[in-house]
């Protein structure tokens, strides 16, 4: 009954045909349908938001990042100017400001994909897709089915979006997720992060810069689980050092909201007051809506969507990637996903290197890695060698001020090759880029400590990492 309504011809324009539609327009799927279109397929995106994008322009990577960039600048002024000889006065907050620069880095990105798509001659549907049969499709805005689409591929890029956690409900105000802590309109005195995970530290970094006492309450032993152990427990130290506060073992079972103030139950212990808080427990596929049903898509028991090698689901000519496929839910991931799953269908060729896939967390100093932790190496019973080397030990790090922090260098006992880099160190996230390189072209840690790295610079703390995993290392 709903369906005959829905597909009432007399409401629905002529059914448009593509050779590909690609349902997202997050990094995975408007960068797909950038390469499908320089491949020549005739290509439409459909999402749901005015602005392109997805997750990471709106409301993740890009905003969290600008407020990273302003609320360091805020305490550098504030803190770290004196030794440098330079008296910067009294330095005032303006909140609002920050927020509106943020917001303007936002609609300058967004709007530049819709000046890619014109561009490169992608068509661009604005509404909701739901799946009527394998590749078909309908588009619905304000519940109502404005367009009908049909085409040889479909590609799901739907991502993802923030888990809730029982007991603890968003309130639209006191109680929220990421994507409120972006834009509060005034510093909490005291906020509570539910959550130890990249996304928590990152934005309770920014209201701790901004004068919040920032409480992290996380369920596990130890903060940013996946990351290697040791560079964790590094850093742990130095958020606290910067006044980030940490319970761990904690679970979260309810908070509740009274007056303006929030209260913070946990299992078997005290409860935590704050002015706010922000459930940072993870991210769920955004799937729900699609109908994957109609399209015969299988997922797993998660939510996310199963694909094969090439990205194909268990439809015919219907693909996914990014987040919604799982993985480690990172922009450049879905990106690199979207990439190889558009080639292989215009070509027959493409492939994502997953042991190169770096993730970087924006704190300061930052945190970055590509490849396994230790933790994994042993459990998989892989023989490495191991090189450390302190930023202390950096002359650029020295000139910085930030010689926090160190480079680990994990190599293969037997072959040398380069399994994997963990940073703990100003500038990780830059740094890393070389290492994923190595890794994607095979180096051993031998060819990371010949090759000549400029001085004076961080990247050297790379290469003197490298020469340690031989015991050769020259400045310690
Ligand atoms: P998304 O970016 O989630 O895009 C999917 C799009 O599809 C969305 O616009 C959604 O509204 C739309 N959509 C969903 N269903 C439908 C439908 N039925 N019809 C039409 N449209 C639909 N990653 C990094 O690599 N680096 C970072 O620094 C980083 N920082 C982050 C900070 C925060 C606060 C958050 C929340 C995330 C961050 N991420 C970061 C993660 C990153 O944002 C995601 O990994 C990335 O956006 C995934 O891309 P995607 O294309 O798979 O999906
Ligand atoms: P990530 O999945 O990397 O975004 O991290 C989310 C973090 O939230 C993980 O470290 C989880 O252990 C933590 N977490 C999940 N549920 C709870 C809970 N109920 N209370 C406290 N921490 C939690």
Request: hydrophobic share 40%.
């Amino acid at each position: 009954m709903r369906d005959r309504q829905i597909y009432d011809l007399a409401r629905i324009p002529t059914m448009q045909r593509h050779d590909l539609i690609v349902i997202g327009a997050g990094p995975g799927g408007y960068v797909a349908a950038l390469r499908a279109a320089q491949l020549g397929l005739d290509t439409a995106s459909v999402d749901e938001h005015d602005r392109l994008g997805g997750t990471c322009l709106r409301v993740g990577c890009i905003p969290s990042k600008a407020l990273l960039e302003s609320s360091h600048l805020y305490e550098q002024a504030r803190r770290s100017l004196q030794p440098h000889g330079i008296e910067a006065g009294d330095v005032q907050l303006d909140l609002g400001r920050m927020l509106a620069r943020k917001d303007r880095v936002v609609e300058q990105l967004t709007g530049g994909i819709d000046g890619l798509y014109r561009k490169h001659g992608v068509t661009r549907y604005r509404g909701r897709a739901r799946f009527t049969a394998p590749r078909k499709l309908v588009v619905e805005r304000d519940g109502r089915a404005v367009e009908e689409l049909e085409a040889g591929h479909v590609l799901v890029a739907t991502g993802s979006r923030p888990a809730t956690l029982k007991g603890v409900e968003p309130d639209g105000d006191r109680i929220g997720t990421s994507t409120e802590a972006l834009a509060w309109p005034e510093v909490p005195r005291m906020l509570a992060v539910i959550g130890a995970g990249y996304i928590g530290l990152e934005l309770g970094t920014v209201w701790r810069r901004l004068g919040a006492e920032v409480t992290v309450l996380e369920y596990l032993d130890r903060i940013l689980p996946g990351t290697d152990g040791e560079i964790a427990r590094e850093a742990r130290k130095l958020f606290e050092k910067q006044g980030l506060k940490f319970r761990l073992e904690s679970r979260v079972t309810s908070a509740s909201v009274r007056k303006n103030r929030c209260r913070i139950e946990l299992e078997g212990g005290e409860a935590v007051e704050a002015d706010r808080v922000l459930i940072a427990v993870g991210r769920v596929p955004h799937t729900e809506g699609l109908d994957l049903g109609a399209a015969g898509v299988e997922h797993n028991e998660r939510g996310f969507i199963e694909v094969d090698e090439a990205f194909r689901t268990s439809a015919e000519g219907v693909y996914a990637i990014g987040d919604c496929i799982g993985g480690p839910l990172l922009a450049h991931k879905a990106e690199e996903e979207g990439i190889a799953c558009i080639e292989r269908i215009a070509t027959g060729w493409g492939h994502v290197d997953y042991a190169a896939i770096p993730s970087v967390v924006y704190t300061h100093p930052e945190i970055a890695a590509v490849g396994p932790t230790e933790e994994e190496l042993k459990e998989r019973g892989v023989a490495y060698r191991k090189g450390r080397f302190p930023f202390r030990a950096n002359g650029r790090a020295f000139t910085l001020g930030e010689t926090d922090g160190l480079i680990k260098v994990l190599a293969d006992k037997t072959t040398d090759r380069l399994l994997a880099v963990h940073i703990l160190g100003p500038r990780a996230g830059d740094i890393i880029a070389e290492a994923a390189a190595a890794i994607a072209y095979g180096a051993s840690s031998e060819d990371l400590a010949r090759t000549c790295h400029a001085h004076p610079t961080l990247s050297e703390a790379l290469k003197e990492a490298a020469l340690a995993v031989d015991e050769r290392a020259l400045h310690v």
